[in-house]
């Protein structure tokens, strides 16, 4: 498969979250699987580094948080879309 | 309450432009068996679940079709995108273009509107589990 991502560091966070988004549906059937919940940690973590990475390079991912209202400008509507990835 | 974040669940890079094949993908949007219909069915069907795994589950997976719906949505969008009249013109995205343009709207292949007569919501934990195998176990 060739890189789907342009960014590198969006590739890592599209494939940590991928995994997340299908652990998290066993995890909600499998709450007590300690194997799934180590593995669910272990890539929070890691997304965690990532994303942090990511804002500070590109702009916020959520409009929660980091979006950077010290600078004097609104940065989560500043580059383009995720639609537009072009 | 949902939060957004800025990125599509799978990445979607079209480079060359297809009317033909967008009027064929959007179903996956807005038919009978698209995302929107799925995202429908799973956020609507939580309230009657009384297992709290299982409304996790329904009120997770319905979160995850919304996904779904952005990434469909943006690969119609980059299939079309500065289109012009002339180039959509004997194409079968020509009478979507006539009511829309460029625009995205939920409807299937057929031109048939999205509509929340696609899924069912029963308050019966069952009935609607066994909907929900109709409608997206075959195609899981």
């Not at chain 1, 789907?4 to 560091?9: E, F, G, Q, S, Y």
């Not at chain 1, 988004?21 to 965690?48: G, I, M, S, W």
């Not at chain 2, 599509?8 to 698209?34: C, E, F, H, R, W």
């Amino acid at each position: 498969m060739p890189v789907m991502c342009k960014n590198p560091l969006m590739m890592k966070i599209t494939e940590i979250s991928f995994t997340m988004d299908e652990l998290r549906l066993f995890l909600d059937t499998h709450p007590d699987c300690v194997e799934a919940l180590a593995y669910y940690n272990d890539l929070q973590e890691k997304r965690a580094l990532a994303v942090a990475e990511y804002e500070a390079q590109f702009g916020p991912l959520t409009s929660y948080g980091n979006v950077e209202l010290g600078c004097g400008e609104w940065k989560w509507v500043c580059g383009p879309w995720p639609w537009q990835n072009y | 309450m949902w939060s957004y974040e800025k990125r599509l669940q799978y990445p979607v890079n079209i480079t060359t432009t297809n009317p033909k094949l967008a009027m064929v993908i959007m179903s996956q949007l807005g038919g009978p068996d698209g995302e929107k219909a799925a995202a429908g069915r799973y956020l609507s069907q939580r309230y009657g679940m009384p297992y709290a795994e299982v409304a996790g589950l329904l009120t997770d997976i319905g979160t995850e079709e919304m996904a779904h719906e952005e990434m469909i949505a943006a690969i119609v969008h980059q299939l079309t995108r500065n289109l012009t009249a002339e180039q959509i013109e004997g194409t079968p995205f020509a009478n979507y273009y006539v009511d829309h343009t460029l625009g995205i709207y939920p409807q299937a292949a057929s031109g048939m509107p999205f509509t929340a007569t696609y899924f069912q919501s029963k308050g019966d934990p069952l009935t609607d589990l066994h909907e929900d195998l109709a409608a997206d176990g075959t195609i899981l």
